[in-house]
Each structure stands twice: as structure tokens, then as C-alpha cells.
């Protein structure tokens, strides 16, 4: 992989961090780097049938940072698809499993309230900004961000697909869902980390009940203002035929449209925020997938204890002479020579497995003391980004009731002045 | 029968019976005081309605009070349906030349279902109320006997007075309306348009037409606004558990959420509230009204043709054709103008309904947002002095349950603080 432009790798490991606050001041790409998607475009396989179109998005890599010399160019813009993105974010996902990994927005509509699919320009849109999201959130990581196979995502255009493939991340995440699938039953669960797992699992739980019930709500209040269509076409029509009470109702069916008109924009921006709830939720899955992996690290361990009292056992029953099938079925004990011979074959094995053991341990202690670090900052990040989504939320809601209420404050006015 | 054909528009389906205010069955209030408006010397009130069991049937009384200059009237008196079709049938009969307010409308073969549901009672209530109003402001019908003796019989006599069926005065006044019928047969042909009266015919027409969209559509508006606040109640359930789950480290979470809690508390409250269906009375009777007007239009073109046809040229059909003209001209005028004052008052109920139902969901999502931002949660539980409640709220005269009506039954308040 190696060219005469390769970009000078970066010096500083994430080993340093540890604590929180050490999190924060650590260097990220987006400290010298910005990062956007511009715009998305339509393109076929070659044949015509619908199913064959895909949409490509434009990241553009802007170096904000003149002395800055991890990145190739200046400036760079490639396209790339939703699929490629995938390939990225899994990874990433199997190569820092201490990581909460940011989550890619839905890949099918979820929590749709009126018949859209992923071809609709509204969904690409909003598609759009949340591969953005995606990217900025990566880049802004100090563990994630100065991953190799991550800047060539950003940056290089052909031959991606080939050099993330040979990583080899395939077979890993692979393995991974295999040894996932197996339920894990820990001997000495952490408590700690069982709490978190709960705890994403609830705020998983709460923001899809939040997410749906937000969905039927704007469904019956988008049907409620349309509605008002009809009683703004009923009166311009009605004013057609009427003398005196012709003005009011000509006026009153203005505002009526108004209202009908008003309810697009409200349902636009609460689906950006609906979005936002969206990525937390995804998150939420996160957190629990770097609980597994922790449960994961725990097992292997519980796993090598449990080879080396095997061990230990066998090399009692060696000692006393009764290791083979013979003495078990005849109760017969071994000549000495033999005795010997598998008690020092077994105690090599013996030392071995204490290694394994010290090693899975060592694993262990530091993938905690990462995790917990990780885990503290989600924390904050989670509670700042949900409540500023929750206010902008009811800020939304308090607009759009005094729009309704000053058009309909006028539609009564109308009708009283009326002779 | 104009009326008949207005059964159409009062067709309810199921659904119906929990949007509305409805009084209750047994609902026997307190007499609101009967006063007359001004330029008028009657006032009238159609309320409380019973279901009464006698030997032979079942069936719903009204109560019926009434204040008159121009004779004396007892407190009340009870009628039934029956009685307010025969009073329209005998002032048709009376008053053949002007168009009598139609009676509300028979039960369709639906209705016989549910013939005391509390919802169609409560409808025909406010429809009967309507008919004997219009009769009252009526400057022929009402100085009509069969109107006082209506309004004046005791209750144990209006039986003998009012017989339903197969009344001889009935059959007398079915025959003159069959001879008018009649008369116009003879006249093919011939068909005479005054403009005066063709475009009051037109108008008449169209109209209806309005009217009964204007009915339906805020049927549709009181359901929809219906729906809207159970999805709002649901979406406080689930921020209520939400907010409950929120651990020691998502105050900001726990605030937003709490925040919306109330929001869509208040919304819900707002819009839960029932409606009265005073449209559902008064549009159709007001249009079946407008259909009456314009059959006594085409009985006296009939009239008109007829006499200039030629084929009765007596001085009796002229002088017939003049009373009627003159008749229709001044009863539309007056009609007219009150016709639009009971159009404008169903107006001004929903305008004023819907402002005062946006008014209190705004207030909520302001309080809301106070609690989502709040960031000193001490002064939500602090005890305060009624003035000071109002200084919280932006409108005076909601003032005691504006301000912290989410909170006194919070559990875990983040620093114990209790009201």
C-alpha cells in the first residue's frame, strides 16, 4: 500500500487517554479538517430497471489546517454510496470494540407516517445529512478518527472497496455475530457494565416509544390542517354568492389556506429532529453492542479459568496415576514411567494456561478502564445533544400553536365584523 | 318533504357518540333565565330532554319554556317530537303562502337503532330549540293560534289538541296542499323565469350546498381534533415513564423529557375537550329551511305561469299570484338577513372554540418550555402565592393550574424538594 504520496501516519496514540477530560483535549481530525456532504445524485447500473438505481453522495474533505499533513490534498471530493458507508461503519465497529461507534442514519424508513421509500427526495435529503452527521461524529472521535482505512474513505476514490476488503474485517464481524449468538451466560457478571447495558436498553425502549407516538401525532395534526384546505376553498367559493357576508368570508378563507399551507414547513423540521432522536436511538444499540463485547472479553476469561482447573484436575489424576481410559474402566493405575511423562506434559499445558489466564486478565482490566472512560463521555454528549433535540422540540411546538392561534384569532374577527 | 330530505345529513355513524357535550338523559338543570333580544317580544327555550314511559310506548319530552308580552305562558310545558311536526304541518297548512321552518328531520332506519343515544338526543334538542326560534322571530307565524296553543296547552290537554295521526284538520291541510300541486300540472309548458326570483332560487340552492359542507367539514374538524388528543395523551404516558428512568446523570434528558410531558399534557387537555354540536342542529334545518323557501319560489312561478298560460284568466288568479309575489318578497328579505345572523352565530361557536383550545395548548407548550429550560429546578417546587402563580403564567385567567400542574406528583424529584 505503500506510495510515494502516502500521507505521514499519525503520531499520537489513543493509549493516553485516561479520563474523561483527557478524552476531551485529545487531537481529532475535525480540529484540522472540514468535513461535508454537498449534494447527492441518481445513478443506474446500466439497465433501466428501477431496482438498479442507487444514490451517491459527494464528501467533500476541506484541510482548514495549512500545516497540516495527515491528508493527501487540499481539497478532495469523492462519491460515495450508502453501501460504502456500511462497509466502514462495521469496520470500525470490529476494530475498536471498546468504541461506542457513531450509528449511520436508518437504512429503511422507520417510524414512516406517510408512504415514503428511500428513493423519495425528502428521505435522500435527510439521508444525506445524516451520513454527514456520520462522518463528523467519526472525525471527531480521537480514537476513530485517524484510522487509516477511514481517511481513505475520505479521500481516496478507487481501489477503497479492495484495500477495506482485505482487511479482512468481513470474516471478524463475522466471527463476531457467531460468538455473539451464543447467549453468555458470565459466571460474575460486572455490575457496572450490566447497568449500562440496561440502561441503554431502556433508552432504547423509551426513545422508540417517543419516536412513535411523535409519528402518529403529526400524522393526525398534518391530516387536521389540510382539512382546513377544505374550509378555505368552501368559503372563497361561498363569498362568490354572498353580498354582505361575501368580504368576511373571502378574508376568513385566507387564513383558512394559511393554516393548510403552515403545517409543511412544522412537519419538515420535526422530521429533522425526529432524525436526531433517531441517531440516539441507534446509539442506544451501540452502547449495548460495547457491553457484549466487555461480556465477551469476560467469558474468554471465565473460559481460561475454567481450561485451567480442567487442568489442574487432570494433572491430579495424573499424579496419582489414573489418567488413561484403562484406569477409568479397569480402575487400573499407570507404571510409574508413564506417571511421570504426562504429569510434565501437563504441567507445561499448566503454565501455558496461567499465561492465557494473565493475559486475558490484563485484556480485560484494560478494555474496562477504556470502556469506562468511553462510556462516561457518551453519557454527557447523550444528555446535552437529547435535551437541546427536546427543547428544539417544543420550541417547534410552541411556533406552530401560535401561528394556528393568530390565524385562527383572525378568522374570528373576520366572521364578527361580517354584517 | 324538505325535511325529510335532510335526515341525510344528520346520518351518524358510531363513532360519534363520545366527541360531543351531551346532557344526560335525566338532565334536569336549573332553569337559565329566559330573556328576549332585543326588537323581539318572545323568547323561547327547548331543553332538558326526558325519557318517558307510558302504557302504549317509550318516548323523549322537552321541555319547553317560554316568555311572551302578548300572552300569558306557563313556566314549561313538556312535548314530544310529534307535537313540533304536527305544529309545523298545521302552519304550513295556515300560512300557505310562506314557507314555515322545517321540523328536524325523522329518524333514518340507522337512527331507530339508537333512538336515545344521548349524542342524537342532544342534537335534536338543540334542532327543535332552533325550529321554535326561527317560528318565534317570525313576523307572521308568530302570531299564529296553532303556534300559542303549542306553547301554552298544559301538558295533560296538548294531546287533544295536537293529535298526530289522522287528524282532520291534517288531512284538510295535506288536501290543500295536494289542490296547489294540482293547479300546476295543467300548465306545461308555459314557464315564466322572473329574475328576481330565479336568482333567489339559485341562491337558495347553492346555499344548502354550503351549508352541508360546512356541516361536515367541522364534524370532521370536532373528530379530528378528537383523535389528536388521545395521541397526546399517549405521548405523555410515555414521557412520564421515560423521565422516571432517567438516572442520576441525564438531568438534561430528564428535564427535556419532563418538558414535553407537559406540553403534551396540556395539548391533550385542550383538545379532549367536547364540543357542543349545535352545527349539527341548526345547518341542516337552516338548509332544509332555505329548500322550503325555494318550493314556495316554484309554487308561485307555477302560480304565474299558470295565469299567464291563460287558461284561468280569472281576476281571483291574478290577485292569488300578487299575494304570493308579495308575500316571498318581503318573507326572503327578512329571511335573509336572519338566516345569515344564525349562520354567523354557528360560525363565531367554532372560531371561538378553536381559539380558546389553541390558547390552552400554547399556554402549555410555553409552560413547557420553561420547564425543559429551567435550569434552577427549585423554583418549580416552591409553595407560592396566588399572584405570584400568575405572575408565572402569560394569561391572567388561567392562573392556578398554569404553572407547575406537572410536577406535584413527580416521585423523584432531583433534589427532594416536595410542594
Known sequence: MSKDNTPVKSPKSPKAIKTVEDFENQDTLLKHVDITIVESEKRANGTLHVRDHYTVYLVDLKVTDPDYKLVQSKISTIWRRYTEFEQIHDYLQVTYPHVVIPPLPEKRVLYAWRKSDTTDPEFVERRRAGLENFL????????????????????????????????????????????????????????????????????????????????????????????????????????????????????????????????????????????????????????????????ALQRNLEQAQDTLNNRLAERTRAAAGKSGIMSRLFGTTDPDIVRDQTTRALDAKIQADNEAIEKAKLDLEEFTKKVMVEIDHFQKQKDKDLHESLVNFITLQVKAAKRNLQAWTQIKECLQNMP | MASESSSAMLDMTDADSDDMDMPTLMDDQEPSPLIMEHGYDIAIKVDAPIKQLSTLETYVTYRVRCVCARWPTPPSVRRRYNHFKVLHKRLSAAHPLTAAPPAPPLHS????????????????????????????????????????????????????????????????????????????????????????????????????????????????????????AAEYSSMQRVCDVWSTQCGARCGGTQRGVRGVSAGAGAAGQAAGGRPS???????????????????????????????????????????????????????????????????????????????????????????????????????????????????????????????????????????????
Not at chain 1, 250 to 271: L, N, P, T
Not at chain 2, 141 to 169: C, G, M, Q, W, Y
Not at chain 2, 303 to 310: K, L, N
Not at chain 2, 389 to 399: G, H, I
Open chain 2, 109 to 228: 332506519a340507522r337512527q331507530q337503532l339508537d333512538r336515545y343515544s344521548a349524542s342524537f338526543v342532544a342534537i335534536r334538542t338543540l334542532a327543535l330549540n332552533a325550529f321554535l326560534d326561527r317560528i318565534a322571530k317570525h313576523p307572521i307565524l308568530t302570531h299564529s293560534e296553532d303556534f300559542r296553543l303549542f306553547l301554552t296547552t298544559p301538558d295533560e290537554e296538548i294531546d287533544k289538541v295536537f293529535r298526530s295521526e289522522n287528524n282532520a284538520l291534517n288531512l284538510w291541510g295535506l288536501g290543500s296542499a295536494l289542490a296547489y300541486g294540482g293547479d300546476g300540472r295543467h300548465s306545461n309548458g308555459v314557464r315564466v323565469k322572473d329574475p328576481e326570483f330565479s336568482s333567489a332560487v339559485d341562491y337558495l340552492n347553492a346555499l344548502q350546498d354550503k351549508l352541508a359542507t360546512l356541516c361536515d367539514l367541522t364534524t370532521k374538524l370536532y373528530r379530528g381534533t378528537a383523535a389528536l
Open chain 1, 136 to 295: 463528523l461524529r467519526v472525525a471527531s472521535h480521537p480514537r476513530l478518527c485517524f484510522d487509516d482505512q477511514f481517511i481513505n474513505f475520505l479521500q481516496e476514490e478507487h481501489g477503497w472497496r479492495e484495500t477495506i476488503t482485505d482487511s479482512g474485517y468481513l470474516l471478524q464481524a463475522e466471527n463476531k455475530i457467531k460468538s455473539l449468538s451464543v447467549s453468555i451466560r458470565l459466571k460474575k457478571p460486572d455490575p457496572e457494565v450490566e447497568s449500562f447495558k440496561n440502561y441503554g436498553k431502556q433508552l432504547e425502549t423509551n426513545l422508540g416509544n417517543f419516536l412513535y407516538t411523535r409519528s402518529k401525532i403529526i400524522e393526525k395534526n398534518y391530516a387536521l390542517c389540510k382539512l382546513h384546505a377544505n374550509y378555505g376553498k368552501l368559503f372563497s367559493e361561498w363569498s362568490v354568492i354572498e353580498k354582505e357576508m361575501g368580504d368576511g368570508l373571502q378574508k376568513a378563507g385566507h387564513y383558512f389556506d394559511s393554516i393548510a399551507d403552515s403545517i409543511d414547513s412544522v412537519a419538515e423540521d420535526e422530521e429533522q429532529l425526529a432524525d436526531q432522536l433517531k441517531e440516539y436511538l441507534f446509539y442506544a444499540g451501540a452502547l449495548q453492542q460495547l457491553c457484549s463485547n466487555h461480556e
Open chain 2, 277 to 419: 354540536p349545535s352545527h349539527r342542529a341548526v345547518l341542516p334545518l337552516l338548509a332544509a329551511y332555505a329548500a322550503a323557501q325555494a318550493d314556495k319560489i316554484r309554487q308561485r312561478d307555477r302560480m304565474h305561469a299558470e295565469y299567464v298560460s291563460g287558461t284561468d284568466t280569472s281576476d281571483d288568479l291574478q290577485n292569488r299570484v300578487e299575494e304570493a309575489t308579495e308575500a316571498l318578497r318581503s318573507e326572503l328579505w327578512s329571511w335573509t338577513a336572519k338566516t345569515h345572523q344564525d349562520i354567523k352565530g354557528v360560525l363565531a361557536y367554532i372560531a371561538t372554540r378553536q381559539v380558546s383550545v389553541l390558547a390552552q395548548s400554547l399556554q402549555g407548550w410555553e409552560q413547557a418550555l420553561r420547564v425543559a429550560t429551567d435550569t434552577s429546578v427549585h423554583h418549580l417546587f416552591q409553595t407560592v402565592s396566588k399572584n405570584g402563580v400568575r405572575n408565572l403564567s402569560p394569561t391572567t385567567s388561567a392562573a392556578p393550574h398554569a404553572s407547575p400542574q406537572a410536577d406535584p406528583l413527580r416521585p423523584d424529584s432531583p433534589d427532594g424538594t416536595d410542594t
